[in-house]
């Protein structure tokens, strides 16, 4: 084993020292490689790295040994970078990516093959997002269904943690490639998440372009490792404190996974990101979720509009997974309705005014109880990619399509007839009765108490609650307020045709409009 390193090590240094002042250093970020794919137009992609300060770099973009595009610039002071952005490229490929770097009469040339144009999705989040395809359901077909799928390729960002914003990624778990059973069945949440997988999978079934993913995820890790100091402060996060071990745990230190995961990807042109993170949040600044949500989607678009020149749009599409069930286990999870009602600003919808263009993937019927990773792991991952690409379709790329279940518009006390008539935004399938999903707020003099409210009649688009339970003030209404409101796939209200559930939600009994904003008491 020591030969051979010996010989080269007496080797290589001779070599060098022939091209030594032009090609140290010089190469592409860690994450721009083979078989990349990168951001077709509109917008304009970033190709950049390092080389010797002052030298000039010319990135030239050929196809079948053809001269498409050259962009020329140098190399910074200081920092030892370059970057150039491509003028916008039509999805397709595949492409080589040269750069040269001439300083004096020095030149030296890296190449990159099969790169192509498409639509770049970043994936990140905790242990849902981390899973990989072969911990889910029928993983055996789903891992060897990847023939059709060689213009969707994957990137996986290996765990690393940073006190400091990083410019560049430390490691890479799995450089650009072509996905292969190998690669996606990676034993247990390592390389690829399934999510992000199969998310792709299914916007390549409609955009028939290919399409990049870049799974960046961590278990067991809080909101806070992945804000940016900046994000933590607009929410008046207290100081780091103290966050109760779950079952998994991964760094929960402020603001370390942003530095080594994501800060160093904002310099990429991307379509947009998903998201599938808050378990580590239940029991640890719940409360504060509502903000730190907004914020880091703020803070990451912003961020990455400006690293990437403009070109990453400045409100680019973001969804997330609202959190589906699992079964208490060392701490208490009663906090599970409010983090689910917090990851939507306390709005119960998406898009709304303090999160713009986001889509969600209601999972609360999508719980798992035989999860052989514990029941906050649910396997069926295939319905929330679905539902989350049905949101990317209607919020990314402007399909007209139902991307959310139904929620009510106007809710009406017939009290006569001891009713309470919740009239949806949609129509709506009743698949099953459930005498307790549906709960009242019952209050007299300062005593609120929440009753069951059983379904009573319903049409197409509304249905009657029986609140005859509650003599006095009938002041608010909530639906699948709990942890784990139904069975798989078997909550009562659905859309019929999309066979998305209706969102769980909260609301006064003001008027006749639903006051979703308001949080009610206990
Ligand atoms: C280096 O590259 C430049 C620009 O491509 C070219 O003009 C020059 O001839 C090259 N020099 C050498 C030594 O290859
Ligand atoms: C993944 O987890 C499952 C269930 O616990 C186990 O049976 C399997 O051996 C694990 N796979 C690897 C590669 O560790
Ligand atoms: C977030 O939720 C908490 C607890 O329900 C509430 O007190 C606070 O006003 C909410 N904050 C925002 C910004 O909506
Ligand atoms: C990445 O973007 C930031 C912010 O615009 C910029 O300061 C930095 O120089 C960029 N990196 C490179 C390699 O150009
Ligand atoms: C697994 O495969 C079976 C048989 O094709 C199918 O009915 C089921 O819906 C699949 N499960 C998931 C979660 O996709
Ligand atoms: C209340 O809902 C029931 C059942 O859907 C319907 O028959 C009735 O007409 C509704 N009443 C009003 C006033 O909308």
């Known amino acids: 084993m020591v030969a051979p390193g010996f010989v080269f090590g007496l080797v290589l ?30 917008a304009g992609a970033v190709i950049w790295g390092y080389g010797v300060s002052g030298a000039t770099v010319t990135v030239t973009l050929c196809q079948d040994q053809e001269t498409i595009m050259k962009k020329v610039t140098s190399v910074k002071a200081h920092s030892n970078s370059w970057m150039v952005v491509l003028d916008p490229v039509k999805p397709g490929g595949p492409y080589e990516v040269m750069a040269q770097q001439t300083l004096g009469r020095k030149n030296f ?45 994957i990137l996986s960002v290996s765990l690393t943690q940073a006190q400091q914003e990083l410019e560049d990624l430390a490691k890479v778990d799995l450089q650009w490639s072509k996905p292969t059973l190998e690669n996606l069945g990676h034993g247990n949440f390592t390389y690829m998440s399934a999510v992000c997988w199969l998310f792709g999978r299914y916007l390549h079934d409609t955009l028939r372009y290919p399409v990049g993913l870049i799974s960046s995820s961590w278990a067991g890790t809080p ?50 990101v998903i998201w599938y993170q808050g378990e580590s949040n239940v029991n640890f600044n719940r409360d504060l979720y509502n903000c730190t949500f907004p ?80 029941s906050t792991h649910p396997r069926d991952k295939q319905t929330v990619a679905y539902r989350l690409h049905l949101g990317a379709r209607a919020v990314a790329y402007g399909a007209k399509l139902t991307f959310q279940g139904p929620l009510p518009q106007k809710i009406e006390l017939l009290g006569d007839m001891g009713l309470l008539n919740l009239t949806y935004s949609q129509p709506i399938q009743v698949q ?27 049409s197409a688009q509304t249905l009657a609650l029986n609140v005859k339970s509650c003599h006095n003030s009938l002041v608010a209404v909530r639906y699948a307020w709990t942890t784990w409101p139904c069975e798989y796939k078997q909550c009562p209200l659905y859309h019929p045709t999309s066979a998305l559930p209706a969102p769980p939600f909260t609301a006064f009994i003001t008027n006749q409009i639903p006051g979703y904003r308001s949080k009610v008491a206990k």
């Open 13 to 42: 240094p001779l070599l060098l020292r022939a091209d030594a002042s032009a090609d140290v250093g010089f190469r592409f970020a860690s994450y721009i490689d083979n078989h990349m794919v990168l951001q077709k137009e509109p």
């Open 109 to 153: 040339t890296l190449r990159i093959h099969d790169v192509l144009f498409g639509d770049v999705w970043l994936c990140s989040g905790q242990s849902n997002m981390q899973m990989t395809v072969s911990q889910i359901f029928n993983a055996t077909s789903e891992l060897s269904n990847t023939a059709a799928y060689q213009s969707v390729h």
């Open 223 to 272: 909101i806070e490792a992945w804000s940016s100091e900046r994000s933590l402060k607009a929410c008046g996060v207290p100081r780091q404190g103290f966050m109760p071990s779950d079952l998994e745990t991964g760094p929960s230190e402020y603001s370390v996974l942003w530095n080594a995961m994501i800060h160093p990807l904002r310099n990429m042109t991307l379509k947009g």
């Open 295 to 374: 914020a880091l989607i703020e803070d990451w678009r912003q961020t990455f509009h400006d690293g990437s020149q403009g070109q990453t749009e400045r409100f680019f599409p973001f969804g997330f997974v609202q959190l589906s069930s699992y079964l208490s286990g060392a701490t208490p999870n009663d906090g599970l309705p409010e983090i689910r009602w917090h990851q939507t600003a306390d709005f119960g919808y998406v898009p709304n005014l303090r999160m713009p263009n986001t889509f969600m993937a209601v999972a609360v019927d999508l719980c798992d109880r035989n999860s052989p990773f514990g």
């Open 432 to 458: 099953r009765h459930n005498n307790k999903i549906f709960e009242i707020s019952c209050c007299s003099d300062h005593q609120c108490k929440w009753l069951p409210a059983p379904m009573d009649t319903f």
